[in-house]
């Protein structure tokens, strides 16, 4: 089992640019999400999906997009890098109650993209 | 808006010492979780307390839940070096996990 794929590790974006952060999962996992970390801010939820074809956002969601068209992938779409979207990076995946992010079990963490807006 | 809060951020410790993290959280919740991250990497499940008065060890670290107080303790028990690493508790908020801002533990020989 690779567990939860990111890609890239590391990426550097221009103001203004667009792109994608890949996730993938191979355990068959309803519950996703993306998180960002920032130094002493802990964790923030950016969006999560409770199954395929079903999204919604988190505490910080503005600046960023998702979709879930199948249950393996999840990424997070940046629309227009701003200097205050460089982060690290967290996609989550987790078996969950069904339609909920309740896990018994705790969440796998993928390795994380380490983006930078100059 | 739940609100979890960790104490202390950073911990020095020698080895062989005991010392506990604590978090408290703002509201209800049957769910609290516990993770490690070290360095540069990513965070590691380490327990998941689902109800009142839940205990969890493995090694030298135990976690207990007090859901009446919206408290939750990771003790450590004979610090190694090895337990050097950031621990975050995280509290169920409906379909999210909301985080704790981490405690910096550092043990030194």
């Known amino acids: 089992n690779a567990g939860v794929t990111q890609t890239p590790k590391f990426q550097v974006l221009k103001t203004g640019q667009s792109m994608t952060l890949q996730c993938a999962q191979d355990?068959?996992?309803?519950?996703m999400s993306w998180y960002r970390q920032d130094p002493g801010m802990g964790l923030r939820l950016i969006h999560y999906?409770?199954?395929?074809?079903?999204?919604d956002q988190g505490e910080v969601p503005n600046g960023y997009n998702v979709s879930r068209s199948t249950t393996e992938d999840f990424p997070l779409r940046l629309l227009s890098a701003a200097p205050s979207q460089t982060s690290v990076y967290f996609c989550?995946?987790?078996?969950?109650?069904?339609?909920?992010?309740?896990?018994?079990?705790?969440?796998?963490f993928g390795s994380g993209t380490r983006l930078t807006v100059v | 808006e739940l609100k979890v809060e960790q104490n202390p951020l950073f911990l020095s410790m020698q080895e062989g010492k005991n010392y506990t993290i604590y978090c408290n959280y703002s509201?209800?919740?049957?769910?609290l979780y516990w993770y490690r991250q070290d360095p540069g990497k990513s965070l590691e499940s380490l327990f998941v307390?689902?109800?009142?008065?839940a205990v969890k060890q493995e090694g030298r670290l135990m976690a207990s839940l007090d859901t009446k107080a919206r408290l939750s303790t990771l003790h450590i028990t004979a610090a190694v070096h090895d337990l050097s690493a950031t621990y975050f508790c995280?509290?169920?908020?409906?379909?999210?996990?909301?985080f704790g801002a981490g405690t910096r533990l550092t043990v030194k020989p």
């Open positions: 989550a995946s987790s078996y969950s109650i069904p339609q909920t992010g309740k896990s018994n079990y705790g969440y796998t």
């Open positions: 355990m068959n996992h309803e519950y």
């Open positions: 999906s409770v199954g395929a074809g079903i999204t």
């Open positions: 509201t209800t919740s049957d769910r």
């Open positions: 307390l689902l109800s009142n008065g």
């Open positions: 995280a509290v169920d908020n409906n379909n999210d996990m909301r």
